[in-house]
């Protein structure tokens, strides 16, 4: 029987070296990613999302990025065995990736159909120049670029914000890869174009019955286009689940105060929303024991994070129902759980 699973991740720990020391921003994060479906990974800014994205496509920066244990399997191989000329054929190819910043992912003094024909340059070598092009205005074609034999000769910053996102995509899906990489794809763009962007990304992911990874910190973009989820905080694998599972039964402290941030039509008008105090801690600060601690509304907290426990003692992940894992926290920091509605 063929693997459910494009993607494995597995126990992927990535760190910087910093003036400081060594940090660890990914630390023992475990996945998989099913055929055809969508995966988002949601939670706050520093959590660790971009980072493990660029892991698996072994993009982070170097010399100060490492991953320093793992496995990352495509199909049944681990990318991080391979060579850099074969990950370099692996990108693009077999995963794209779509960057959060259309402007800065885009280059600025090349016109949009050389970067798009850059492309097939690297990876369709039997391509003249010629199909190079047509192909570049068919797949802007594609991705609902009006008059796309105009915008090829075009500069990106003659383009708006929501035309330079398709662009983006446009790269990231010219070679039909099995698995997109979507980093906050609609980050800075308003709510309409918003929408727009996340029903091309659903509509083309139906037509190439493609992968999808969602990197969001969003969850009614979690909400609209997602399969299953993983909530990640502080590095680590807080909760994982289907979407239905993480939106309906909802386990960690952590994962519910995120969809009690989530501003809704019936509540009172002009009241504070519910935010979760504190801030997600640095990479010098991480503790061994459960990250959320200091971020509780817990009084018995405090009592956690002085004890040994909190300095040595690593949570793992439990199964709660079939498919449906969290953080097995100590009892002090999920017993005062907010209702979420």
């Known amino acids: 029987m063929e693997n459910d699973h494009i993607l494995e991740v597995e126990d992927l720990v990535a760190a910087f070296d910093t003036d400081a020391g060594q940090v ?33 496509m072994r993009l982070l920066p170097q010399p100060m990025g490492k991953i320093l244990r793992g496995q990352i399997r495509l199909d049944g191989k681990d990318l991080l065995q391979l060579s850099a000329e074969e990950m370099h054929k692996v990108r693009g190819d ?75 995509i446009a790269i990231a899906l010219a070679l039909k890869p099995q698995l997109v990489i979507a980093d906050e794809p609609t980050t800075a763009l308003d709510v309409t174009i918003q929408a727009q962007i996340l029903e091309l990304m659903k509509r083309l992911q139906a037509e190439m019955n493609m992968s999808i990874i969602m990197i969001t910190h969003d969850l009614g973009v979690i909400a609209e286009t997602c399969d299953d989820v993983v909530v990640m905080y502080a590095g680590r694998v807080a909760e994982s689940g289907s979407v239905h599972q993480i939106f309906n039964n909802p386990q960690h402290l952590y994962t519910h105060g995120l969809l009690q941030s989530i501003p809704r039509l019936e509540n009172e008008r002009k009241i504070t929303l519910p935010t979760i105090p504190g801030l997600v801690p640095s990479l010098h600060e991480m503790p061994v024991g459960a990250r959320f601690a200091p971020r509780s509304p817990s009084p018995l907290a405090a009592d956690y994070m002085a004890s040994e426990a909190y300095r040595t003692v690593r949570p793992g992940l439990k199964e709660v129902e079939e498919g449906h894992f969290v953080e097995d926290c100590p009892p002090v920091l999920v017993e005062s759980l907010p209702l979420v509605r």
């Open 24 to 56: 660890t921003a990914v630390d023992g994060v475990s996945f998989e990613v099913r055929r055809g479906r969508t995966l988002g990974i949601v939670g706050e800014s520093g959590c660790g999302k971009s980072v493990t994205a660029f892991s698996i």
């Open 94 to 168: 077999r995963i794209g990736m779509i960057f959060q910043e259309p402007m800065s992912a885009l280059n600025p003094v090349h016109r949009i159909g050389k970067q798009l024909s850059e492309v097939f340059r690297l990876h369709r070598p039997d391509m003249n120049k010629k199909e190079q092009w047509e192909a570049s205005v068919e797949i802007l074609d594609h991705v609902g670029i009006p008059s796309p034999h105009i915008r090829v000769g075009e500069f990106p910053h003659q383009l708006s914000g929501g035309m330079r996102q398709r662009v983006v």
